[in-house]
Nanobody, 122 residues
């Protein structure tokens, strides 16, 4: 199973990006999906997650009010990132959960994408 995160890039502080997460071989329509990020020299941290039907979402305190997670009915999960800050610079990973609900715990996730780099300049 391969998940692919895309949409990263270089943006100035205050700008926006939309990340996408999709799977070419397996649908995760019945699974929760999460976004995590890892900055250079730091551990991977939770960003946001969404339940199987989009009815429940959760966010890290550091991104609340700026990031929005959503999913379509087919096979893609999105992370809309607004008002980006230099501290948001990281490689962003998406992951498919074992269950249908949201989770901030990496061990709750089975499949991980390769990540997409987001760089926010000041």
């Amino acid at each position: 199973v391969q998940l692919q995160a895309s949409g990263g890039g270089l943006v100035q502080a205050g700008g926006s990006l939309r990340l996408s997460c999709s799977s070419s071989k397996r649908t995760f329509s019945n699974n929760g999906v999460g976004w995590f990020r890892q900055a250079p020299g730091k551990e991977r941290e939770f960003v946001s997650s969404i339940s199987w039907n989009g009815g429940s979402t959760s966010y890290a305190d550091s991104v609340k009010g700026r990031f929005t997670i959503s999913r379509d009915r087919i096979n893609t999960v999105y992370l809309q990132m607004n008002n980006l800050k230099p501290e948001d610079t990281a490689v962003y990973y998406c992951a498919s959960a074992r269950s249908s609900t949201t989770s901030a715990t990496p061990s709750s996730y089975t499949y991980w994408g390769r990540g997409t780099l987001v760089t926010v300049s000041s």
